[in-house]
């Protein structure tokens, strides 16, 4: 068993056609445990495969399909049904292989591991079109790693990750810590360390669920075994990071910038992760991945608190309600179905980033070129109807992509149209890249695909947002191309702006006058007031990277006071609310609309502000009866 190493057994996994979509991650696919010897099924988990790749012959290559659960039909990436052969047998729900099957491929385990003398890693198939046996093919054998060189290790005084019936276990006050780093995503989880420094790689191929991913840093080609992983450390970058974000959204714990996690740590070693100290220990601390006895009450999905009997809709109204609307962060499509049950008022930033790298994949101009555009905007508006139908009437501010140059080049196809930047973070991104004749007509894609969702879909609770916000002029050209599109401001379509740039927080009211609203990007709006590159790890550590800079909030507040002055709602959607609980305060009562916080802050933020709002009218009650006093005061003199 490669994730208990019980020699007993023999596991199978399986999915319906090309084996890419597994190690790829893009499936859970099936699993089933077989007893050596007798091959006997012990265990198995069906899961439901709403992804294949397979070959149509009528067309003469691999195709990419997704199950349409509404048509009962397998989808190609031009959105129509696919006429693959595949398609028309293969069921998401139903078994991928047949007991037979099973049975020949254990079989053929037993034979591949006496021939070798140790336990291998096999890929296989299965070929839909032979009959049984001859169907059943071995593509690829290679020894496995991770136990073997555990048994090998044995006798090695540093830690070697064991079987959980035997696990090395150790007391916090016991505890060795091996590597420090900054705390970018709550949370504890032991597991096994991987340490790779390619999304792509072979070795990648062999993350399971439930390892600890190490490496240098994390991009969108990383999403994928991010999903899979228990906890992820990098050597670099800093608490806004894209691990630390990804982290975030995925509750699973991080720690960034720990500058030698890759060099310190060996693949094969159990470790504990503190995400919430930013420590790494050796071995499995028992005090700190031990079931503890709750006495709080039962949770639902998105860890809210319930009463005995009560639903979330009954629950909701207990919390406080707030002047400040209280909004959550969100990029990965599939994640709302665990948070739907939260107090939030609304999406107050979708990054679509994650839907383009994970759903589409390829770079929107290759799909362009290709005369494929249809996949983009269908997959795009699927992954944003998923939210804005799960929230509806509340409203989705999605962020059009603001990927950097470097990002959309790891797309497939990107390398064509991507120039290769010195300094990608303020490079060609964000509207600059909407305005230019290189990537307008990708630019139109995200624009058709917002209409798709509003007018065929109907959920007109979306709204949209101009990242990395540069120049009024370049808004005004972003503005044209939409209203050229279909898609123009009005009062049930909102369209804001991202003030991370210090200029919008000079010319506010200049660009008041082109948008509905602005977005605080608290992180590139610290980095570009103050100049601290936001991924260094050493600028973090030396205190320059700080939201509270004096600096940036006198930026925050001129934003706030110039945008309503001219009648634009101002919310924030970066890191700082979620960390810092002055900066909330500061906010708060410098009369800031709404506030958009990662989904395990939104309890304790709305609580806060609560509780802030509160203590301002508090004060503002006391104001007024002192100044009553002293009028009476003053009128009894006389």
Partial sequence: HPVTGDESVIVIESGWGLGEAVVGGKVTP??????????????????????MVTFDPLIGRNVHLHWDEEKQAWISEDGVESSAPLAKIARPEAPSLTREEIKKLAELGELIYKHYGRHMDIEWAVDADLLFPQSVFIVQA????????????????????????ARKTVKLSEAKVIVKGLPASPGIAAGVARVLFNPKSPEAMEFKQGDILVTKMTDPDWVPLMKKAAAIITDEGGMTSHAAIVSRELGIPCVVGTGNATKTLVTGIEITVDGGRGIVYEGVVED???????????????????????????????????????????????????????????????????????????????LVETGKPELFINKLAEGIAKVAQVVYPRPVVVRFSDFKTNEYRGLRGGEKYEPEERNPMIGWRGVSRYIHPGYEPGFKLEVRAIRKVREEFGLTNVWVMLPFVRTTWEVEKALK??????????????????????????????????????????????????????????????????????????????????????????????????????IVEFLVREGIDSISVNPDAIISTRRLVASIERKIMLERLEKILNKTKTKKSKKSRY
């Fill in 142 to 165: 290679r020894p496995e790693t991770v136990w073997s060189l555990k048994k090998a290790k044995e006798t090695e005084k540093r830690a070697v990750a064991i079987t959980p019936s």
């Fill in 481 to 582: 191309i939409m209203e050229e599109e279909g898609l123009k401001r009005s009062k049930d379509f909102k369209v804001w702006a991202m003030a991370e740039v210090p200029s919008i927080a000079l010319l506010v009211e200049e660009f008041a006058e082109l948008v509905d609203g602005f977005s605080i990007g608290s992180n590139d709006l610290t980095q570009l007031v103050l100049g601290a590159d936001r991924d260094s790890n050493i600028l973090a550590e030396m205190g320059y990277f700080d939201e509270r800079d004096p600096a940036v909030l006198k930026a925050i507040r001129m934003i706030i006071r110039g945008a309503h002055k001219k009648g634009a709602t101002v919310s924030i959607c970066g890191q700082a609310p979620s960390v810092y609980p002055e």
């Fill in 288 to 366: 700190l991945v031990k079931p503890k006895v709750e006495v709080s009450l039962p949770t639902v999905s998105g860890g809210v608190v319930t009463a005995t009997g009560m639903s979330p809709e009954q629950l909701l109204p207990l919390y406080p309600v707030t002047a400040t609307k209280i909004y959550m962060n969100l990029g990965e499509p599939d994640a709302i179905d665990k948070y739907k049950e939260l107090p939030f008022d609304g999406i107050g930033l979708m990054r679509i980033e994650f839907v383009i790298s994970d759903w589409v994949g390829y770079h929107p101009m290759y």
């Fill in 30 to 51: 099936d699993e089933f445990i077989v007893e050596r010897g007798s091959f006997r099924v012990v265990e198995e988990r069906i899961n439901k495969k709403t992804f």
